[in-house]
């Protein structure tokens, strides 16, 4: 998937919430108006540089419309290396401050590889590989704590932000926020949407 010699340079990470869930199963109309967007929404002001380094082919939509586009690599069912094309798009009139991956549900590498729910907290991560290779896995809380199975400057990302939205959100009955955001081995800064 990656050379042996390629490290990662770069993580964006999402928790995946009751809503992605049923959006990876494609079940996301949750209200009687229609709708029923099946992709992973982002802050597009905080994520875009990041995502725009992820997704680096510049293409476009049905409708003419210029997205972005990045060949991914996955894991399949029996654990071989896999590659598929997810698309980013920037935001609309419609929902000006969120961009998004788009058809979460069609991809091998998110709606094909359904994450357990029996681990604690689950997170979709986008890996960047200094030999630009993009690899895109789910996480797990209770992996992340473990010390053994992720790197201790990505696990400390991660569940700091994750602490960060438990705190936020527990002022809140709605509009909850879900831990997101990104971190770069390059220099060791980040960024969490709950900060």
């Not at 009751?18 to 199963?25: A, E, T």
């Not at 972005?68 to 590659?83: C, F, H, S, V």
């Not at 419609?94 to 681990?119: M, N, V």
Request: aromatic share 8%; with cysteine.
């Amino acid at each position: 998937m990656t050379t042996t010699q390629a490290r990662p340079t770069l993580v964006v990470y999402k928790e995946i919430v009751g809503g992605d869930m049923r959006k990876l199963l494609a079940e996301s109309n949750d209200s009687a108006t229609g709708g029923g967007a099946r992709d992973l929404r982002f802050p597009a002001q905080a994520f875009d540089p990041v995502l725009r380094l992820m997704f680096s082919q510049d293409s476009f939509g049905p409708r003419g419309q210029a997205i972005r586009t990045g060949d991914i690599l996955y894991l399949d069912a029996d654990e071989k290396p896999q590659k598929t094309r997810l698309e980013y798009w920037p935001p609309t009139l419609s929902r000006k401050s969120e961009s998004r991956i788009s058809k979460i549900h069609a991809s091998p590498a998110l709606g094909g590889q359904l994450p357990a729910t029996d681990k604690g907290k689950v997170f979709v991560l986008l890996i960047r590989f200094s030999d630009g290779a993009v690899r895109c896995v789910y996480a797990y809380e209770t992996e992340l704590r473990n010390p053994k199975i992720w790197a201790h400057e990505l696990s400390s990302a991660v569940l700091g932000c994750l602490t960060s939205a438990c705190a936020k959100n527990a002022t809140r009955t709605a509009g909850l926020v879900p831990a997101m955001g990104y971190y770069n081995f390059s220099d060791g800064t980040g960024y969490c949407h709950a900060d």
